[in-house]
């Protein structure tokens, strides 16, 4: 089976750093993925990580470790437009995309 | 570059109706897959066409089914509606499948009464 967990919830002030982790279990793994969802709206892709290490794209970077069976996902110098629920994401051996429960994200001024 | 187009935005059903969802694929994507979205369960993967050909199905009851036409647009369709579907269904598409980038739609957001 796979699942993958994460944090419910996470606050942090406007400006700062933040970061959402997300741990998997999986008989096979294929990479693991990240989107940002607003209200309810349709989620974004931010990252994906196929290998082990650091993957930057702007104020967003990702990690992965293949070994420890964990992600996480960083968000430098927060703007409150960042508010917002984070989701991993990663296929299992059947080809099925698995999804976290996902961390919503509060950014405070 | 238009993104992917889902239709109804929303929708109010009663027990017992079945429903028909509408995905329009972003031009020239191939993939598209179906998931639902709910407070307690998160998002869960349904099915996934490619090419007119259901590729990957989810854990959920034959009440819930899907099609490809030619053109790539799918719809899906959950017949004998049950209070516990009312959820946000959204679609996304990719032009491989497999591990590439999804780009998802708004989403279906359906109510059963």
């Known amino acids: 089976g796979q699942s993958l967990e994460q944090p419910s919830e996470v606050t942090a002030v406007e400006g700062a750093i933040v970061q959402i982790n997300c741990t998997y279990q999986?008989?096979?793994?294929?990479?693991l993925s990240w989107y940002q969802q607003h209200d309810g709206g349709a989620p974004t892709f931010l990252s994906y990580?196929?290998?082990?290490g650091l993957e930057e794209t702007g104020r967003f970077s990702s990690f992965l470790s293949r070994s420890k069976g964990y992600s996480y996902l960083l968000l430098k110098e927060l703007q409150m437009k960042d508010s917002a629920s984070y989701l991993c994401?990663?296929?299992?051996?059947?080809?099925?995309?698995?999804f976290g429960q996902g961390t919503e994200l509060s950014v405070k001024p | 570059k238009a993104g992917v187009t889902q239709t109804p935005r929303y929708l109010i059903k009663t027990r017992g109706q079945q429903v028909t969802l509408s995905c329009s694929p972003i031009?020239?994507?191939?993939?598209v897959s179906w998931y639902q979205q709910t407070p307690g369960q998160g998002l869960q993967f349904l099915f996934e066409?490619?090419?007119?050909?259901?590729?990957n199905k989810g854990n959920f009851p034959g009440r819930f089914s899907g099609r490809q036409f030619s053109n790539s647009r799918s719809e899906m369709n959950v017949s004998t509606l049950e209070l516990g579907d009312s959820a946000l269904y959204l679609c996304?598409?990719?032009?491989?499948?497999?591990?590439?980038?999804?780009?998802f739609g708004e989403g279906s957001r359906l109510t059963v009464l």
């Open positions: 031009s020239g994507h191939r993939s």
């Open positions: 994401a990663s296929y299992n051996q059947g080809g099925k995309l698995i």
């Open positions: 066409y490619f090419s007119e050909t259901q590729r």
């Open positions: 996304a598409s990719s032009d491989t499948g497999g591990t590439g980038e999804l780009f």
């Open positions: 990580n196929g290998l082990d």
């Open positions: 999986t008989s096979g793994f294929y990479g």
